[in-house]
């Protein structure tokens, strides 16, 4: 068991914030010294499709955070792999590179981590 | 034990805040330690002092105060998800040159590191979502 955290994303980019506020704590998390991973369940997966740009009016993107998150140290994007294809994805297509699990493996880090936050 | 709620709900639109709340109640009924509520996303809008419910149903702000008054439970509002909403303490207010504001104490405006702060220090971090 790790104090590090685990940051759950399971909203598309545009829609609601949900996305947005869970990247926002994602960021603090790691600007205070956190090890933070992400992983990304259903909808989530959509947050990385390339070629975003901006969202309804008045929403800003949440591209760009992506982008920035390797600044944070945040380098471990979990996608889950029955997501990807249900959403007839494939890992390298997605605008960064992730670490693509099974199911069997949600629920290992699920027990692995002892923070977890869940968008 | 000491646990702490994330609450991310808006009061009468969804059941999470109003779980939380009774869920709240529950842990301190059972003897465990409410440290803290924290609202994010559409939660925040529980700390509206504006909020103006019909009379016959559950006032929810004042609910929380209660809590606060009868437990010390912390009610923490993040500041940057409450801003974007209008939720606004007075000194926020004179800060954006608003003519009224709509958050009080015991509701207090703070950061996302105090969520993860409460996460650490708590034996349970609970979240009730729509």
């Known amino acids: ?119 | 034990m000491h646990y702490a709620l994330l609450v991310m709900g808006a009061p009468y639109s969804h059941q999470a805040a109003h779980s939380a709340l009774r869920f709240a109640q529950a842990i301190i009924r059972k003897g465990h330690h409410l440290d803290a509520v924290f609202f994010y996303h559409d939660g925040v809008h529980n700390a509206s002092t504006l909020m103006s419910p019909p009379q016959d149903e559950l006032h929810m702000r004042n609910t929380w105060v209660e809590l606060h008054d009868a437990h010390g439970t912390r009610l923490e509002v993040c500041i940057a998800a409450a801003l974007r909403r209008g939720l606004l303490d007075a000194q926020e207010a004179k800060r954006h040159a608003k003519t009224a504001h709509s958050l009080e104490a015991p509701f207090e405006l703070t950061g996302l590191g105090q969520l993860l702060e409460l996460q650490r220090q708590c034996d349970r971090l609970i979240t009730f979502a729509p």
């Open chain 1, 1 to 119: 068991m790790t104090a590090d955290l685990l940051v759950i994303l399971r909203h598309g980019p545009y829609g609601s914030s949900w996305l947005r506020e869970g990247l926002d704590i994602s960021l603090v998390a790691a600007a205070f010294g956190q090890k933070v991973s992400l992983m990304f369940l259903g909808e989530g997966v959509l947050a990385l499709m390339p070629g975003q740009v901006k969202g309804a009016p008045g929403q800003k993107a949440t591209a760009p955070i992506i982008d920035m998150l390797t600044m944070y140290d945040i380098d471990r994007l979990l996608v889950c792999r029955d997501d990807l294809q249900r959403m007839g994805l494939q890992a390298e297509e997605l605008c960064v590179a992730v670490e693509v699990i099974s199911g069997e493996n949600i629920s290992a880090e699920l027990t692995h981590h002892s923070n977890v936050l869940n968008f």
